[in-house]
């Protein structure tokens, strides 16, 4: 089944509750953090991810943009995290192994992040620890961007190592996914689709979550 992960980088953060509740019919609850480091931009953090915790049954998909990550990890995961995702970019291989056992050790589901410069072979050092891995088809930073179709070959490419490798493993793709490009992520290969300003401008959100599955 295919899994739709609305983004909140989209919702109203002044009635962020009723946003969230809007997408109930989703599978995920994705958060993206921001550190204006590792992105030219700053979003929100630990404390909102704490406050918006009681406010869904949904799982929270939360996609660090953050150097360094693995300093913080845990902390998202105390703040009620279920999916945590590292970027590969954001610090040295040794590291990002360690935040991914950091994560799985609080019980929560890990995974690394690939930007759209970032080759398909940068995950296979992880592909063992991961419970998801996601792959921009924009490059992060702020919503609302063109979807990258050039990004396939790469989607496909990690569906092909995760047949092999890790079949549990899902498959996420973040970046300009809406009603038409949903259709070629679903065909490269990913099951769990990001998706921001095509879920929260829709006039009807439950009939365009059903929509992206596809």
Same mark, same amino acid.
């Given at each position: *089944?295919?899994?739709?992960?609305?983004?909140?980088?989209?919702?109203?953060?002044?009635?962020?509750?009723?946003?969230?509740?809007? =997408?109930?019919?989703?599978?995920?609850?994705?958060?993206?953090?921001?550190?204006?480091?590792?992105?030219p931009?700053?979003?929100?953090?630990?404390?909102?991810?704490?406050?918006?915790?009681?406010?869904?049954?949904?799982?929270?998909?939360v996609?660090? *943009?953050?150097?360094?990550?693995?300093?913080?990890?845990?902390?998202?995961?105390?703040?009620?995290?279920? =999916?945590?995702?590292?970027?590969?970019?954001?610090?040295?291989?040794?590291?990002?192994?360690?935040?991914? %056992?950091?994560?799985?050790?609080?019980?929560?589901?890990?995974?690394?992040?690939?930007?759209?410069?970032?080759?398909?072979?940068?995950?296979?050092?992880?592909?063992?620890?991961?419970?998801?891995?996601?792959?921009?088809?924009?490059?992060?930073?702020?919503?609302?961007?063109?979807? *990258?179709?050039?990004?396939?070959?790469?989607?496909?490419?990690?569906?092909?190592? +995760?047949?092999? *490798?890790?079949?549990?493993?899902?498959?996420?793709?973040?970046?300009?996914?809406?009603?038409?490009?949903?259709?070629?992520?679903?065909?490269?290969?990913?099951n @769990?689709? @990001?998706?921001?300003?095509?879920?929260?401008?829709?006039?009807?959100?439950?009939? %365009?979550?059903?929509? +992206?599955?596809?």
């Amino acid at each position: *089944m295919i899994k739709i992960a609305p983004s909140i980088l989209s919702a109203d953060f002044a009635n962020l509750q009723r946003d969230i509740e809007k =997408i109930a019919t989703a599978d995920y609850v994705h958060v993206d953090v921001m550190d204006g480091l590792f992105v030219p931009n700053i979003t929100i953090g630990i404390p909102v991810v704490k406050s918006i915790r009681p406010t869904t049954a949904l799982p929270l998909d939360v996609h660090l *943009m953050i150097d360094r990550p693995v300093r913080y990890v845990e902390q998202f995961c105390d703040a009620g995290a279920d =999916i945590v995702t590292c970027h590969v970019e954001a610090d040295t291989e040794e590291n990002t192994h360690e935040a991914l %056992r950091l994560i799985r050790a609080k019980g929560k589901k890990a995974g690394v992040v690939v930007k759209p410069k970032t080759p398909a072979s940068a995950v296979l050092p992880f592909i063992d620890q991961c419970d998801i891995i996601l792959v921009m088809t924009v490059e992060p930073g702020f919503g609302g961007q063109k979807f *990258m179709a050039d990004m396939m070959p790469k989607v496909q490419t990690i569906r092909g190592y +995760l047949d092999a *490798m890790n079949p549990q493993c899902e498959l996420e793709v973040d970046g300009g996914v809406d009603a038409n490009t949903c259709h070629q992520c679903i065909h490269a290969g990913a099951n @769990v689709l @990001v998706a921001g300003s095509a879920v929260y401008k829709a006039a009807d959100i439950p009939a %365009r979550i059903k929509e +992206l599955r596809g």
